[in-house]
């Protein structure tokens, strides 16, 4: 397999962000890092073309540490995905509902299905991933256990689904960005409507992030998202993570743009890439 037909995703094969590699580059072949860094690391390295990297969930947030390590991984973002998220709890082949004591879980999925885990009145047992959880209850066979995992999963692994789309809520998608190392990335075609993704640090003057974002609003652009991190632990230095709609050399928002500079010690854009049709409604 050449390097160009690689995804990288964070996670054990089967997890949810593999299922998004399979579904929307089926021509790349996906792998599995640790942990974000790796991820990043492996495409900075060529190792990989692409990165797959989950952000955000319908249900429970933000995916935390990812937003602040975006604008260190070196990596551009030129697409976004919505994926909606499905999940399974499997036993091992011949385990039945009833002798289920223990459900093997990584927290963010276990916080998705709460109804069904306060019915079945089990033991939560956390994992490092939703794949990782299948991976180890097809390693140590238990008839009282069980995992909450993407059907992928039990496929690869080998498990039986007792329970399908356990999720508490029908609405439970995820939103992915599919990152290049190409510093430099086609721009999207023209007419398409896009997202510009950016990462700034407000000068260290009273008011500064209010003066900072005050030509967004004068000039009409609609801000999708601003989080917030501190850099290096310094509580004086709080970086800002956003998204809005438009290009940079859309007129109004290049005005914006210029105004954040004036007020800001360091701007620099991440990505422009295609709204997804999810956005409205159409996905």
């Known amino acids: 397999m050449t390097q ?73 973002i030129i697409q976004e995905l919505f994926k909606p998220i499905h999940f399974q709890l499997m036993v091992n082949p011949g385990a039945k509902l009833e002798d289920v004591r223990t459900v093997i879980s990584m927290p963010f999925a276990a916080g998705q299905c709460r109804r069904l885990l306060r019915k079945l009145k089990v033991a939560i047992e956390p994992a490092h991933d939703t794949a990782g959880s299948a991976m180890a209850l097809a390693a140590h066979p238990d008839p009282t256990r069980a995992a909450i995992a993407p059907a992928l999963a039990a496929e690869i692994y080998g498990l039986t689904i007792l329970m399908r789309d356990i999720e508490d809520e029908t609405h439970n998608t995820t939103r992915f960005l599919v990152m290049t190392a190409d510093r430099d990335p086609p721009a999207p075609p023209a007419g398409v409507r896009c997202v510009t993704s950016f990462a700034f640090r407000v000068r260290n003057i009273p008011a500064a992030l209010y003066k900072a974002l005050g030509g967004f609003a004068t000039n009409g652009v609609n801000m999708t998202k601003l989080e917030s991190y501190m850099e290096n632990g310094a509580f004086t230095a709080t970086f800002f993570y956003a998204e809005v709609d438009g290009r940079p050399e859309d007129p109004s928002l290049a005005l914006a743009l210029e105004e954040l500079k004036f007020f800001s010690d360091h701007v620099e854009v991440l990505g422009v890439y295609p709204a997804d049709a999810f956005r409205d409604g159409q996905g």
Request: net charge negative.
């Open 4 to 76: 160009a037909l690689r995804i990288a995703f964070q996670g054990e094969p089967g997890a949810n962000s593999d299922e998004a590699c399979r579904a929307y580059f089926p021509d790349y072949a996906s792998v599995g890092y640790a942990a974000f860094e790796d991820a990043f690391e492996a495409v900075k390295t060529g190792e990989c073309a692409l990165a797959m990297i989950p952000v955000e969930n319908s249900i429970a947030g933000r995916v935390a540490d990812v937003h602040h390590l975006l604008p260190s991984s070196g990596l551009r």
